[in-house]
C-alpha cells in the first residue's frame, strides 16, 4: 500500500509493499487524470450496451475534438494529416531529431469495451500530461499519435486510418458497405474531411523519416497477463497478420425437410458443419506440428428464407486466419479451398469465396522492445514476453519501415464486448513502462 502527504505544493510518497515492485509517483499522481479520460469518452460513446465509436464517424470525430481540447490545455502542438488521424506533440530540446511517437486508435467494435485502442491514446496522453506536471523536457520530440478507423466491425476493413496514412487504402476498399448497407467507407470517409484521392494516391502522408520509434500500448484482449500474480504488462515480441474473408457462401438447395430424404439433399448448413469439423481437427494437428495458427468463424449467417421445416439452401460464413508466420497463414488459407471443394463434391453444393483481406504479419524492432523489456526493469516492474494475437496499427507502421513495439497490460472479461474491464493499477503500470522508454531513450 501507499501512504502520501502534500509538502510545498508537492505530493510525497512513501510505499509499504509486501510485493517486489515499488509503485512509482506517477502510478500514484496522474492515475486521476487517465481515470478522467476514460471516464469522460465512456459517457460521449455510451451505446445500448458498451459504447460505440465507429470509425470516421461524427462520434469519433466528438472523441478526437475532446482529447484534442487536453492537447490544448497540455500546450501541445496539433495537427491532423490527410487522413483524419490526428497528431499532438510536446516540443524536445533538438527539434531536428525524429520523434518519439506513442499512441493507438480512438475507435470501438459496435457495443464493445471502452479500453480496446483508447487505452493506448490515454496513456500517450499521461505521459505527455506527466512531462507538463514535472516540467520535463525530452530531448527530442514527443508525439501523442491518435489514429481513426482501426476496427473492421463496420465496413469489414480494419487499419482504415493507419493504412490511409501510407495512402494504401484501394477504390474497393471505399466501396465497402457499412454493416447497415447506408453508407459505403468512402463516404463516411468523406463526410469528415478526408481527401479519397490522398489514401488512395500509394504514397505515405507523412515523412517516416521523422519517426525514431512507435510505442503503441494495448489491452491484451486475451487472458494469459489476467492469469498472472505478478507479471500484469507485458512486452510483444510479434504482431500475427491474418487473411479474412468477409462472405463465404455455400449455395444448396432449398428443400421440404420432410419430403426430401437423405441421399436426395444438398444441405448447406450441413455441408457448412462438415467443413468445419474438417478444418478444426486440421488445426489441431498444426498446432501440434509447431505452427502458430489460429482459425474463427466469427459470423454465421441462413439464407432469409429459412424455416424449421425447411433444408438450408444457403449458408453465408467469414473466415479469419491467423498467424505470425505469412507463409502459414496462405497454406492453411489453400487447405480451407481445396476442403470446400471437397466437401462441396461430396455433398452436391457450390462454395464461393469473395476477396480476401490480407494484412501481413509484423515483427517488432528489437532494438526497441529491448528498450522496453529494460524500461519495465527500471521501474521494477515485471513483465512477461508475449505475441500479439490481435491485429494492430503497430503492424502497418512496422511494415513501412517504422521501429515499433508494443506494450501490453491485463485486462479481463475479454474484448470486442461491452464487459470489458481492464484494472487502472495495471494501466497504470504499462504507462510507466511507456514514460520510462521516452525519459530514457536518448540516455
Not at 462520434?59 to 475534438?65: A, F, I, P, R, T
Not at 525524429?98 to 464493445?112: N, R
Not at 481445396?338 to 469465396?353: D, I, L, N, S
Not at 469473395?354 to 509484423?362: H, N, R, V
Amino acid at each position: 500500500m501507499s501512504l502520501f502527504f502534500v509538502r510545498n505544493n508537492k505530493i510525497i510518497v512513501f510505499f509499504i509493499s509486501t510485493k517486489e515492485w515499488i509503485v512509482s509517483e506517477l502510478q500514484t499522481v496522474a492515475a486521476a487524470f487517465a481515470q478522467k479520460v476514460f471516464d469522460d469518452i465512456r459517457e460521449m460513446s455510451r451505446d445500448v450496451q458498451g459504447v460505440s465509436r465507429q470509425g470516421y464517424s461524427q462520434k469519433e470525430s466528438e472523441v478526437l475534438d475532446y482529447l484534442k481540447g487536453i492537447g490544448q490545455e497540455l500546450n501541445l502542438e496539433i495537427t491532423s494529416d490527410r487522413a483524419g488521424n490526428v497528431w499532438m506533440t510536446l516540443p524536445g530540446k533538438d527539434r531536428s531529431l525524429p520523434a518519439f511517437v506513442s499512441g493507438s486508435h480512438v475507435d470501438s467494435v459496435p457495443q464493445g469495451g471502452n479500453y480496446d485502442g483508447l487505452a493506448g491514446v490515454t496513456a500517450a496522453l499521461t505521459v505527455a500530461w506527466w512531462m507538463r506536471h514535472t516540467q520535463y523536457q525530452p530531448t527530442r520530440d514527443y508525439t501523442v499519435l491518435m489514429m481513426r478507423g482501426e476496427e473492421s466491425s463496420f465496413f469489414g476493413k480494419a487499419y482504415m486510418g493507419s493504412l490511409g496514412m501510407f495512402g494504401q487504402l484501394t477504390e474497393k476498399d471505399l466501396n465497402l458497405k457499412h454493416r447497415d448497407g447506408t453508407i459505403t467507407l468512402g463516404e463516411s470517409m468523406k463526410a469528415v474531411g478526408v481527401d479519397l484521392a490522398d489514401v488512395t494516391g500509394g504514397k505515405p502522408l507523412v515523412d517516416v523519416s521523422k519517426i525514431a520509434a512507435f510505442v503503441e500500448l494495448h489491452i491484451e484482449q486475451g487472458p494469459t497477463l489476467d492469469a498472472q500474480k505478478e507479471a500484469r504488462a507485458g512486452v510483444v515480441t510479434g504482431i500475427r497478420g491474418n487473411i479474412r474473408h468477409k462472405a463465404v457462401r455455400i449455395v444448396g438447395e432449398a428443400a421440404h425437410s420432410g419430403a426430401t430424404d437423405k441421399p436426395y439433399r444438398h444441405d448447406a448448413l450441413m455441408a457448412f458443419t462438415d467443413l468445419m469439423q474438417r478444418m478444426d481437427r486440421a488445426w489441431d494437428k498444426w498446432l501440434v506440428m509447431g505452427e502458430d495458427l489460429v482459425f474463427t468463424v466469427g459470423v454465421l449467417k441462413m439464407a432469409s428464407s429459412a424455416a424449421i421445416s425447411v433444408i438450408p439452401g444457403e449458408v453465408t460464413f467469414s473466415v479469419d486466419i491467423r498467424s505470425l508466420s505469412e507463409e502459414t497463414a496462405q497454406r492453411f488459407h489453400e487447405l480451407l479451398v481445396r476442403t470446400a471443394e471437397e466437401v462441396a463434391q461430396e455433398r452436391g453444393v457450390k462454395v464461393e469465396f469473395d476477396g480476401q483481406l490480407i494484412t501481413k504479419p509484423s515483427g517488432v524492432n528489437a532494438q526497441l522492445s529491448a528498450t522496453l523489456e529494460q524500461s519495465a526493469q527500471l521501474e521494477n516492474i515485471p513483465y512477461l514476453k508475449l505475441a500479439s494475437g490481435a491485429g494492430h496499427d503497430s503492424a502497418v507502421l512496422g511494415n513501412n519501415g517504422v521501429p515499433v513495439a508494443m506494450i501490453f497490460v491485463a485486462n479481463q472479461l475479454g474484448s470486442h464486448n461491452p464487459h470489458e474491464a481492464m484494472k487502472l493499477e495495471d494501466f497504470m503500470q504499462g504507462t510507466d513502462i511507456l514514460w520510462a522508454a521516452v525519459s530514457h531513450y536518448d540516455n
